[in-house]
C-alpha cells in the first residue's frame, strides 16, 4: 500500500480532483450529487495512480539516473524489488480505475463520456510504450497540461456549459497555457539526466534557457488571457504571475546547470497551494455576485 499510494503523489492529488470539482459547482451552482462526489474521488486518487504510477513503471530506467526522484517528486522502487511493485502499481491502476471510469461513462451525454476518454487516454499515452508522448516535444507539454485542464474540461462538458461563454474558454485557454509552462519549466531541471537516458524533451530539445523563457512567456499568456473573464473573474490573471516570476528567476540557466532550477521546480509546488487558497477565495466571491 505504501508503494501505490507513493506512486500516486498525494502531494498533487489536489491538482486534479480541485479542477473537476470547482468546475462542476460554479456550473451547477453549488450542487451536490453524486457525480460530484463521485468524479471528485476519482480525479483525487484513481487518476493520479493512473498518470504517475504508469510513468514510474515504464520511466523507471531513466529515473535511476535522475537524482530528484525518490521523494515528492516520483516514487523509485528499490532496483531489487522493481519488477515485483511495477506488476503491483499496473493492477492497483486497473483496479482502481475501471469501476469508476465505466460508472463515470454512464453520465451526461456522448460528449462527456468522449472528453472523459480522451483525457485518460492522454493520462496513459503520455507515459505508455509505443506512444510516449512525453518524448514528442511540445506534444509532451501539450498532453501534460490535459492532464490537469482535462478534468475540469470533463466537468464543464458533463454539466453542458456552454464553452463559448467569456466564463470558460478564456480560463480554459489559461489553465492550458499555464499547464504548458508549467511543463516546460519542469522538465528544465532534468534536460542532462534525460539525454543520457536518451528520453526527449521539450527542454532536450530548446535547450535549458530557451525553455524558461518559453514557460515564462506561457505563463504572461495565460494572465493575459484571464483579462477577458468578466468582473470579478478577471482578478484571477495576477495569480499566474509568481509562476513567470519564479520561472524569469532562471533566466540565466544553462544546460551544464539545468540541475539549479530544482529549486524554482519546489518553489512550484508550494506555490500551486497558495494559488489554490486564492483561487478558492476568488471562486466564492464569483459564486456570489453571479
Same mark, same amino acid.
Request: glycine share 4%; charged share 10%.
Given at each position: 500500500m505504501r508503494e501505490i499510494l507513493a506512486a500516486s503523489r498525494p502531494f498533487s492529488w489536489i491538482n486534479t480532483a480541485y479542477p473537476f470539482a470547482a468546475g462542476y459547482l460554479l456550473a451547477t451552482g453549488g450542487r451536490i450529487d453524486t457525480a460530484l462526489v463521485v468524479g471528485t474521488i476519482y480525479f483525487l486518487f484513481p487518476y493520479n495512480l493512473l498518470m504517475y504510477g504508469v510513468n514510474d513503471v515504464f520511466?523507471?530506467?531513466?529515473?535511476?539516473?535522475?537524482?530528484?526522484?525518490?521523494?515528492?517528486?516520483?516514487?523509485?522502487?528499490d532496483p531489487t524489488t522493481a519488477r515485483a511493485v511495477h506488476r503491483r502499481i499496473l493492477r492497483a491502476c486497473a483496479v482502481t480505475n475501471v469501476p469508476l471510469l465505466?460508472? *463515470? /461513462?454512464?453520465l451526461g451525454d456522448a460528449?462527456? &463520456? +468522449?472528453? $472523459?476518454?480522451?483525457?485518460?487516454?492522454?493520462?496513459? @499515452?503520455?507515459?505508455?510504450?509505443?506512444?510516449?508522448?512525453?518524448?514528442?516535444?511540445?506534444?509532451?507539454?501539450?498532453?501534460?497540461?490535459?492532464?490537469?485542464?482535462?478534468?475540469l474540461l470533463y466537468a464543464l462538458v458533463l454539466t453542458g456549459t456552454d464553452l463559448s461563454a467569456r466564463t470558460a474558454w478564456p480560463v480554459l485557454l489559461a489553465f492550458f497555457a499555464w499547464g504548458m509552462g508549467s511543463h516546460a519549466f519542469g522538465a528544465v531541471q532534468d534536460v542532462r539526466a534525460d539525454r543520457e537516458g536518451n528520453i526527449a524533451s521539450v527542454a532536450t530539445v530548446l535547450g535549458a534557457h530557451p525553455?524558461?523563457?518559453?514557460?515564462?512567456?506561457?505563463?504572461?499568456?495565460?494572465?493575459?488571457?484571464? *483579462? /477577458?473573464?468578466?468582473?470579478?473573474?478577471?482578478? &484571477? +490573471?495576477? $495569480?499566474?504571475?509568481?509562476?513567470?516570476?519564479?520561472? @524569469?528567476?532562471?533566466?540565466?540557466v544553462r544546460d551544464d546547470d539545468c540541475e539549479r532550477a530544482n529549486t524554482g521546480w519546489r518553489r512550484f509546488l508550494w506555490l500551486n497551494l497558495v494559488t489554490g487558497f486564492l483561487v478558492t477565495l476568488l471562486l466564492i466571491a464569483v459564486a456570489l455576485t453571479s
Open positions: 520511466d523507471y530506467a531513466s529515473d535511476l539516473l535522475n537524482p530528484r526522484k525518490g521523494g515528492i517528486e516520483g516514487a523509485l522502487a465505466v460508472w *463515470l /461513462l454512464t460528449a462527456s &463520456a +468522449a472528453t $472523459l476518454v480522451v483525457v485518460v487516454f492522454l493520462v496513459i @499515452a503520455y507515459s505508455a510504450p509505443r506512444l510516449r508522448f512525453k518524448e514528442r516535444p511540445v506534444v509532451d507539454s501539450a498532453t501534460s497540461a490535459m492532464h490537469f485542464v482535462g478534468p525553455t524558461v523563457v518559453a514557460s515564462t512567456v506561457a505563463y504572461l499568456l495565460a494572465a493575459a488571457l484571464l *483579462l /477577458l473573464v468578466p468582473w470579478p473573474g478577471w482578478l &484571477a +490573471a495576477v $495569480l499566474p504571475l509568481p509562476y513567470a516570476a519564479n520561472a @524569469a528567476a532562471f533566466w540565466s
